[in-house]
């Protein structure tokens, strides 16, 4: 191994209801074997001194530890005695603050504790006797890296991991009671993946009261690929060397960086309190969900070089995905270029055709009572922007979005928007991002926020975890549906598809949505806007009024 790096290990284990000492001695068991194998940094999973499922709340007060308990100060035994970093979960009893919180801590090798951190995102039963978390997003220096922490559920709000992240960590570690395994098979990947970070999770796997644990403890690097994992329905520990600078490395390609690219400045809307959101508004409205029932549609098709296809062409397919009766229809990004990258040259050319396209595809509109998304470039007082058009079924463009976050071959000739606007439409409220927008969690979250239902993404793909991640967390995080229309020319081609607000039957969307690779291909579904008002992942838990955003500063930062 390399100087810095070390191998991590991440633990699969079921703890005891109530049972202090019977837990530690399963924890002991666990550091006995990571230090056979030289492991440097061990996860435990969530609630690791006392279980998880309780009576009630004067039960869970019973069984939780302080942080001079028994099992800390075990543990911090552990880690002096075998050289080791420990990571574990636990119930805490603040008698200061009087309250209850499902918290994570590390220790280091001296046993001493560096990292205290209290889970925010709380599931519908964590609710019963833990209190939200108070301690912001907290990351230490380390000579094993800069550590951070989020606690499963956590993983769901894609604020928790960018918070830690932009306060530097290098690695998240993930105390985890994953019931669903959708958690650690996608939203794992995603999270690291955007964030360039790594990400080690230990869950608990077995059965706990009414509760099964499936497993997903997995140790997953900076771009999203898995480097370690532990099967389902098994105890055991996972080991894997990580290298915690390759999370120094934000960069992708054509010049892009995951940190370096963001826009604090169009984010502010994340940092308001709930009921002051456009979201909170819209909750609150009634809806008839047999007259909101939409077909709607990606069309695979572009004008390009590889597969010679003219405007024309489009257009006509655009018109025979309409007469199928698909209401809403989203074109692939840059939709009337011959070719993906777009220079300074080119870009003037489709600013100069953007009067003729618009007015195509408003006649198609009228003429077929369909509403269409046409990205494309629109000169305003000297200056291109990259900007997609909607344009509604009476002939009239109700929305146009400026892409806010550009590549750094665009940036050569574009100017960038600043705003994520959500329109009302015959076919719900809508909200646009474009293209390297989908990396920015932040973009997708703004439209939420901002009220949206459906999310409408026309693309030219850079790599395969947009499509395998991104699409879904992007849609389920906020409760939207999305509309991916993709290039078949671009680096990662083809594979548009529509995902669902409450998500796929399985987790996996390579296996549960086939792509299409063919040029003019119609991918379509059935969009019901009442899925997409209700906010909530599952009973009290909504997405955004749960949601802690006085504890969001690290978005809005300028770095």
Same mark, same amino acid.
């Given at each position: 191994?390399?100087?810095?790096?070390?191998?991590?290990?991440?633990?699969?284990?079921?703890?005891?209801?109530?049972?202090?000492?019977?837990?530690?001695?399963?924890?002991?068991?666990?550091?006995?074997?990571?230090?056979?194998?030289?492991?440097?940094?061990?996860?435990?999973?969530?609630?690791?001194?006392?279980?998880?499922?309780?009576?009630?709340?004067?039960?869970?007060?019973?069984?939780?530890?302080?942080?001079?308990?028994?099992?800390?100060?075990?543990?911090?035994?552990?880690?002096?005695?075998?050289?080791?970093?420990?990571?574990?979960?636990?119930?805490?009893?603040?008698?200061?603050?009087?309250?209850?919180?499902?918290?994570?801590?590390?220790?280091?090798?001296?046993?001493?504790?560096?990292?205290?951190?209290?889970?925010?995102?709380?599931?519908?039963?964590?609710?019963?006797?833990?209190?939200?978390?108070?301690?912001?997003?907290?990351?230490?220096?380390?000579?094993?890296?800069?550590?951070?922490?989020?606690?499963?559920?956590?993983?769901?709000?894609?604020?928790?991991?960018?918070?830690?992240?932009?306060?530097?960590?290098?690695?998240?570690?993930?105390?985890?009671?994953?019931?669903?395994?959708?958690?650690?098979?996608?939203?794992?990947?995603?999270?690291?993946?955007?964030?360039?970070?790594?990400?080690?999770?230990?869950?608990?796997?077995?059965?706990?009261?009414?509760?099964?644990?499936?497993?997903?403890?997995?140790?997953?690097?900076?771009?999203?690929?898995?480097?370690?994992?532990?099967?389902?329905?098994?105890?055991?520990?996972?080991?894997?060397?990580?290298?915690?600078?390759?999370?120094?490395?934000?960069?992708?390609?054509?010049?892009?960086?995951? $940190? !370096? #690219?963001? +826009?604090?400045?169009?984010?502010?809307?994340?940092?308001? @309190?709930?009921?002051? /959101?456009?979201?909170?508004? =819209?909750?609150?409205?009634?809806?008839?969900?047999?007259?909101?029932?939409?077909?709607?549609?990606?069309?695979?098709?572009?004008?390009?070089?590889?597969?010679?296809?003219?405007?024309?062409?489009?257009?006509?397919?655009?018109?025979?995905?309409?007469?199928?009766?698909?209401?809403?229809?989203?074109?692939?990004?840059?939709?009337?270029?011959?070719?993906?990258?777009?220079?300074?040259?080119?870009?003037?050319?489709?600013?100069?055709?953007?009067?003729?396209?618009?007015?195509?595809?408003?006649?198609?509109?009228?003429?077929?009572?369909?509403?269409?998304?046409?990205?494309?470039?629109?000169?305003?007082?000297?200056?291109?922007?990259?900007?997609?058009?909607?344009?509604?079924?009476?002939?009239?463009?109700?929305?146009?979005?400026?892409?806010?976050?550009? $590549? !750094? #071959?665009? +940036?050569?000739?574009?100017?960038?928007?600043?705003?994520? @606007?959500?329109?009302? /439409?015959?076919?719900?409220? =809508?909200?646009?991002?474009?293209?390297?927008?989908?990396?920015?969690?932040?973009?997708?979250?703004?439209?939420?926020?901002?009220?949206?239902?459906?999310?409408?993404?026309?693309?030219?793909?850079?790599?395969?975890?947009?499509?395998?991640?991104?699409?879904?967390?992007?849609?389920?995080?906020?409760?939207?549906?999305?509309?991916?229309?993709?290039?078949?020319?671009?680096?990662?081609?083809?594979?548009?598809?529509?995902?669902?607000?409450?998500?796929?039957?399985?987790?996996?969307?390579?296996?549960?949505?086939?792509?299409?690779?063919?040029?003019?291909?119609?991918?379509?579904?059935?969009?019901?806007?009442?899925?997409?008002?209700?906010?909530?992942?599952?009973?009290?838990?909504?997405?955004?009024?749960?949601?802690?955003?006085?504890?969001?500063?690290?978005?809005?930062?300028? +770095?």
């Amino acid at each position: 191994m390399k100087s810095y790096e070390y191998r991590a290990g991440v633990v699969q284990t079921l703890a005891k209801l109530g049972d202090e000492e019977a837990n530690l001695e399963i924890c002991n068991y666990y550091v006995k074997q990571a230090t056979m194998q030289g492991v440097k940094l061990l996860v435990f999973p969530e609630c690791m001194n006392a279980g998880y499922l309780y009576n009630s709340p004067e039960h869970a007060r019973k069984v939780a530890g302080q942080m001079d308990s028994r099992f800390v100060k075990g543990l911090a035994k552990m880690a002096r005695d075998n050289d080791m970093f420990i990571a574990s979960g636990m119930i805490e009893w603040d008698p200061e603050r009087q309250k209850i919180f499902n918290t994570g801590i590390l220790l280091d090798k001296k046993g001493d504790l560096i990292l205290h951190y209290h889970k925010q995102f709380l599931t519908t039963h964590d609710q019963n006797w833990f209190t939200f978390g108070e301690r912001g997003f907290p990351v230490v220096a380390t000579e094993l890296g800069k550590l951070g922490m989020m606690i499963c559920f956590d993983g769901r709000i894609p604020e928790i991991p960018r918070c830690t992240a932009l306060n530097g960590a290098q690695v998240i570690v993930d105390m985890a009671n994953f019931f669903l395994i959708d958690q650690a098979e996608t939203w794992r990947p995603a999270r690291a993946y955007e964030n360039g970070v790594w990400i080690c999770a230990a869950s608990k796997s077995g059965q706990e009261r009414s509760i099964h644990y499936p497993g997903g403890s997995m140790i997953i690097d900076p771009k999203g690929n898995l480097h370690a994992q532990i099967p389902w329905d098994t105890h055991g520990l996972a080991v894997s060397e990580i290298d915690p600078t390759l999370a120094d490395n934000k960069h992708l390609g054509l010049g892009a960086d995951r $940190f !370096a #690219d963001r +826009r604090p400045d169009t984010y502010t809307v994340l940092t308001k @309190p709930y009921k002051e /959101t456009a979201v909170a508004n =819209i909750n609150e409205e009634a809806i008839i969900p047999s007259k909101a029932v939409f077909n709607m549609a990606a069309v695979q098709s572009h004008v390009c070089e590889t597969q010679p296809t003219t405007l024309d062409q489009v257009a006509t397919q655009t018109m025979y995905a309409a007469q199928f009766g698909i209401r809403l229809i989203v074109l692939p990004e840059y939709v009337a270029s011959p070719n993906w990258r777009i220079d300074a040259a080119e870009a003037q050319r489709l600013a100069d055709l953007n009067a003729e396209l618009v007015r195509t595809f408003s006649i198609l509109c009228k003429e077929n009572k369909c509403a269409v998304l046409v990205p494309n470039v629109e000169k305003i007082d000297g200056k291109l922007y990259p900007t997609s058009f909607l344009i509604g079924p009476e002939g009239k463009t109700i929305l146009s979005y400026r892409k806010v976050h550009l $590549f !750094a #071959d665009e +940036r050569k000739w574009a100017t960038a928007g600043s705003e994520y @606007p959500v329109a009302n /439409t015959p076919f719900g409220r =809508i909200g646009i991002i474009m293209g390297y927008d989908s990396m920015f969690s932040e973009a997708a979250r703004c439209l939420g926020v901002n009220g949206a239902d459906v999310i409408l993404w026309p693309a030219r793909l850079q790599n395969r975890n947009e499509r395998r991640y991104l699409a879904l967390t992007l849609a389920v995080d906020n409760r939207c549906a999305l509309i991916l229309a993709n290039r078949i020319d671009a680096p990662y081609s083809a594979g548009s598809l529509v995902v669902p607000p409450s998500q796929f039957p399985t987790w996996d969307v390579e296996a549960v949505t086939e792509f299409f690779t063919e040029m003019h291909k119609v991918v379509f579904d059935v969009v019901e806007l009442a899925a997409t008002r209700q906010k909530n992942l599952m009973s009290n838990v909504h997405m955004f009024a749960n949601r802690i955003p006085k504890t969001y500063g690290p978005l809005v930062e300028k +770095r």
